[in-house]
Every structure is written in C-alpha cells, then in structure tokens.
C-alpha cells in the first residue's frame, strides 16, 4: 500500500492587491497552512506528497522565499516530494526552482512531455509534467509510452480539464482515465473537484478570493492492491462566504446590522471572510452607507464587506399627494402609467425619485 497528500496552488506570495484585507497577514497564512500541510505528511509518514503546480508566485517571489520552500520541505524527508509545475510558477531557465539544490527527496518535473520517476522499493512511478511558461497550448502526451500494468501508476498535472481553457494546457479527462492510472493528481482549477474516485483536483488549501468559496483543503489518499481511496480534508485557516439579505423597508440601521451579525456563528463571524449583499427595500430614513455599516460591523466580523443594493421605498402616493403641483408629483403620476411590476419600469421610477429627491434636499 502507498499514501499520498495531494495539494498545489497554493500561491505563496500573492499580492492579493485588488483586496481591501490584511494581504500581509494572508501571505503569512499561505505559509503558514504550507507548512501545516508539510508538517502533516510527517506526522501522518504518508509515502508521497503531490504538489500539483502554482506552488508559488513567480512575479514576486524571491530567492529568500524559496529557500524557505526548502528549509520547510526539508523537514519531511522520509517523504518523497513531487512537483510538477504550473502557470504561476513555470519551470524555464529563470526559475527560481533552479537557483537551489533541493534535498534528493524532492523532484520536480521537466518540460519535455510527460516525464516518469520511478520508486522501485515501492512498486511506484508517478508519471508528471512541469509548464515552461504561462501559456500551453500543446499536447504534452505526444510522445508519452503508457504505463505498466504491474505497478502503482500517478499522475501529476497542472491543466484545466473542466472548461478545457485551450491556453491553459486543456485536458482530456475522458482520454486520462483512459490511460489506467491509479490516480491524477490535477492542479489549476482552485475549487476542490472530485471527478472520479481516481482523478481530483485538490484546490487551493487556503483560498484566494471571494471566487473560492466553501470549503478548502487537500486530498489525502491510499492505494492498495488496485484500489484507490481518497478523501478531501478542509485545511483552510479561513474560508470566503457570500451571504444574500433581503430587507423589506420596515428595518430599523440598528435591525439591519443585527440581521447582518445573525449570518454565522460568533466564532465564525471572528474568522472568516464575509461580502454581504443587501437587496430590497429600505426606508428612506435608513439609506444604507456601506462604508459606515462596515465600520459599525468591525468589531463583530474579522473582514466584512457590505455591498448595498437596496432600493429606497419611497410612499408613492404620499409623495405624490405632496408634492402633487411640481415635478415629483408629474413624475411619479407619469410612472404610474407604465407598468410598475416591469423591473426596468420600477428602476426608472426609483432612480428618478432618487435624483428628483436629493435635489429638493439640495436647495
Ligand atoms: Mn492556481
């Protein structure tokens, strides 16, 4: 029997400009679960840890940084490393992967097709593929022999075999589970994805995004006498949740914020990252500001972002009856030929109030 951890993009040393959270502390985090994960395939003396490219950054990475790739890898000796790698971090004659020497047990793939690496002592070859640059477009199988039949056989591949993006090294998932591998180790597509008890893509252990949301982690797995078994593991320190609420015009400031506390647990809410959209109506006493329900929401919530798409729910008839003799009461009587249930008849209605509203606050 052989065990496996498979992980990969893990993206040590993102950027993570376009976020409006701590990406320092983020960085430190991406490391961090590296390191756990690392940490791990020792403890656990799995024989192999899979790392399916996007190990790194390369734009701003270091040779600082990836000597400490090493001095963490280092640790699990008794493990054998592969590493096959990606778009982030191509394998060309740049590369920070060249600028060490790594320990023996460590092997990264080249880029001349599919390349085999054998374990004799534990009648297994994992089989892999390394990116040169961050486009590939070209069919690393061509030349590839098939495998042997009498032993464990491995894939470990970067690619995207589930839009089949023709710059991102499309794959055929069809055409690999057809080359009778006992497992595809498949990194690129950052939501964990299951396709067949054989083939997965792991993730990314700690998400990057507010497109990576649910659960994060690796795969653990084992073969035995033709049988493999894998299982996803949430790993991530902390996970991304988009949550959708519905106001009706009659919440209170105070109401809403409650409502927005209400959407996980205490312990979650200090922990995660939350982007909460605010739909429906509001008063027009309560107009929402984001920016300052995000501050009144700090303390409650390690990241919270409000995104307000509420409509104001103004009293048509009210309106109308008061200011019947000038151009609000014109507009809404106008309005109200047209029928109001069309949503882009209501959006017109809503946003000329607005302006025609705030210019009478404005003189
Ligand atoms: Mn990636």
């Not at 180790?185 to 964990?192: D, E, M, N, R, T």
């Not at 067949?196 to 690796?218: N, Q, R, V, W």
Request: net charge negative.
């Amino acid at each position: 029997m052989i065990t496996f951890i498979h992980t990969g993009d893990l993206h040590l040393g993102l950027q993570f400009r376009s976020m409006k959270f701590d990406s320092n502390n983020r960085r430190y985090e991406l490391w961090h679960t590296f390191e756990r994960i690392v940490n791990m395939a020792v403890e656990e003396e799995v024989d192999f840890l899979f790392i399916a490219g996007d190990l790194f950054e390369e734009s701003y990475f270091t040779l600082k940084d990836i000597r400490r790739v090493k001095g963490i890898l280092s640790k699990a000796e008794k493990v054998e490393i592969l590493i096959a790698a990606g778009n982030h971090d191509p394998l060309n004659k740049n590369s920070l992967y060249y600028s060490i020497k790594w320990p023996e047990n460590v092997t990264i793939f080249g880029t001349a097709g599919i390349e085999k690496k054998e374990f004799p002592h534990k009648n297994t070859a994992v089989f892999g593929y390394s990116w040169y640059k961050g486009e590939i477009e070209e069919d690393p199988f061509i030349n590839f022999q098939g495998i042997d039949k009498e032993k464990i056989n491995i894939l470990l591949i970067h690619g995207d075999a589930l839009t089949r993006d023709e710059k991102y090294l499309p794959l055929d998932s069809k055409y690999l589970q057809s080359l009778g591998f006992d497992y595809i180790a498949l990194g690129h597509i950052h939501q964990p994805t299951i396709i067949s008890e054989k083939m997965a893509y792991c993730g990314s252990p700690e998400p990057l995004s507010f497109k990576e949301t649910g659960d994060h982690g690796i795969i653990k797995g084992a073969i035995e006498n033709k049988k493999t078994n894998i299982d996803f593991i949430p790993f991530s320190s902390r996970t991304f949740k988009e949550e959708n609420i519905i106001l009706d015009g009659s919440f209170s400031y105070g109401q809403i914020l409650d409502k927005i506390r209400k959407i996980d647990s205490k312990e979650h809410l200090g922990k995660n990252f939350y982007r909460v959209t605010l739909k429906g109506l509001v008063s027009p006493e309560e107009r929402i500001v984001a920016s300052h329900m995000e501050k009144d929401l700090s303390s409650d919530f390690y990241y919270i972002e409000i995104i307000d798409e509420t409509r104001v729910d103004y009293d048509l008839d009210a309106l109308e009856g008061e200011y019947k003799d000038n151009i609000i009461g014109y507009f809404i009587r106008e309005m109200k030929k047209r029928d109001l249930d069309d949503e882009i008849n209501r959006q017109a209605l809503y946003l000329g109030l607005e302006a025609l509203m705030k210019g009478r606050v404005g003189l």
